[in-house]
């Protein structure tokens, strides 16, 4: 609907004195709101039923410049200490709310700064400055550029007198509106603690801030805060919708499955960093068993899916007749003393195939490590109620004594082994690549 609105406190100078606008008519002479809240304490509704002079004002200027402002009187007549910031910080508030729960989108509030008393001004500058509501902050300067100094009777008020007089009637009287530019103090905290939370690694923290005050930031930076929420919960086909046509260059890894296994890797190490150190361990079982295939595929020629059939279920299970077309069925029955059993395939069936078929001692040393401590550690932390720390999984780490980091250190040599990304490289790094990005964008 596009209509302009106004919410004035009036104070001593509306609507005209000293032969000219008082802030009030000044912002309605220049901005022209369709509608204008009036604030009136006790003293000014006093002068309102007196001789109506700020409604009158209105009405004339509205005839002279061609434009009608429907006028609503927010009436205080029990309000008599106006020195009080409290209650107008309080007032103004609920009075503000009241008038945006019925504007839309296109609308636009305009408030005035430069009526009323010290504690009134005081209130709505603390309310521009925290940015609490949707408003556009008018201050008025006087005519002088200096504070007023001469004492001008306001008890006798003749309107028709008033206005004729007024000067700023004249086409050329300067306009003295200055639009506030307030520190929006309420922005510059949340957008700190978007990056705190960003730094962090809490991306579904920093987004759902970052909704509050979304107006406020670069495209850019809005839908990088929700790639970095999809990212960290591994929700690929989102990233790749909100990435479509833009170039942030956030995978390390760009094809299909190891992008999807690499990226997993990568939420690991948040976990390890940010200490979440139950979900680590029970994260490292799917990771080690996708691992593990790649090894088999890229250092013993080995297919998994030579040698099993998904169930129903999309599991993946040992297949008798795969196995011994693979010539590994009784190579499994050998590494378990004739105790192997077909079902599930698990870290440690692929450990001993590893074992049995690479001829690279430090990568089947590494194998043998991962599975050992996911054995150790996992079904512990999957299955009972316990506070994992990085004691706890020094604890369990048997003969070893592996700190998170330690196993986070074996998973990076393990993908280096599986060629999807080197140890070293820039991939590791990645989140805060992205982080780097994200707070650039932020400003």
């Known amino acids: ?228 929420d999809a990212r960290i919960k591994l929700d690929h086909d989102k990233m790749n919708k909100l990435m479509a046509g833009k170039k942030y260059h956030i995978y390390p890894v760009k094809e299909g499955n190891n992008r999807k296994v690499f990226e997993y890797a990568l939420a690991l190490q948040i976990k390890v960093i940010k200490q979440d150190y139950a979900d680590f361990i029970r994260g490292i079982t799917p990771l080690t068993v996708d691992l593990l295939e790649y090894i088999l595929k890229s250092r013993c020629g080995i297919l998994l899916n030579d040698c099993c059939k998904k169930d129903q279920k999309g599991v993946m299970k040992w297949h008798e007749g795969k196995l011994k077309r693979a010539g590994l069925f009784d190579l499994l029955q050998e590494e378990y003393n004739g105790g192997f059993k077909l079902g599930p395939v698990y870290a440690n069936h692929l450990e001993k195939l590893i074992a049995r078929k690479c001829g690279d001692d430090r990568l089947c040393q590494k194998v043998k490590a991962i599975t050992q401590i996911e054995s150790q550690v996992r079904n512990v932390a999957a299955h009972e109620i316990v506070s994992v720390t990085d004691q706890w999984i020094r604890e369990k780490t048997e003969g070893t004594a592996c700190s998170a980091l330690d196993i986070l250190k074996i998973i990076k040599q393990i993908v280096e082994f599986a060629g999807l990304a080197a140890e070293k490289s820039q991939a590791w790094n990645s989140y805060d690549c992205m982080n780097e990005k994200i707070t650039e964008y932020l400003g």
Do not use: W
Not at 3 to 30: A, E
Not at 72 to 91: A, M, N, P, S
Not at 163 to 171: K, R, V
């Open 1 to 228: 609907m596009e209509k302009k609105i106004l919410f004035s406190p009036v104070g001593g100078t509306d609507p005209i004195k000293y032969l000219r606008d008082g802030s009030m008519l000044h912002i309605c002479r220049h901005y022209q709101p369709d509608l204008v809240y009036l604030y009136l304490s006790h003293e000014m509704m006093e002068y309102h039923r007196q001789d109506n002079r700020y409604v009158d004002a209105l009405e004339r200027l509205g005839r002279q410049i061609g434009h009608t402002f429907e006028i609503h009187l927010i009436e205080r007549d029990d309000l008599i200490d106006v020195q009080q910031y409290d209650i107008f910080y309080k007032d103004f508030r609920q009075e503000i709310q009241k008038i945006e729960q019925e504007m839309d989108n296109s609308d636009i509030l305009l408030l005035n700064m430069a009526s009323g008393t010290p504690a009134m001004k005081s209130a709505l500058l603390v309310m521009a400055t925290f940015a609490e509501y949707r408003f556009l902050p008018i201050q008025v300067s006087t005519p002088q550029k200096k504070m007023n100094k001469v004492y001008e009777d306001r008890d006798s008020f003749e309107n028709d007198l008033e206005f004729a007089l007024n000067e700023d009637n004249a086409q050329d009287a300067p306009n003295r509106c200055e639009e506030v530019k307030c520190l929006n103090l309420m922005k510059l905290i949340k957008m700190d603690a978007i990056k705190k939370h960003v730094l962090a690694y809490d991306y579904p923290a920093a987004l759902s801030v970052a909704k509050e005050i979304k107006e406020d930031l670069c495209e850019d930076a809005f839908r990088l805060l929700q790639i970095a």
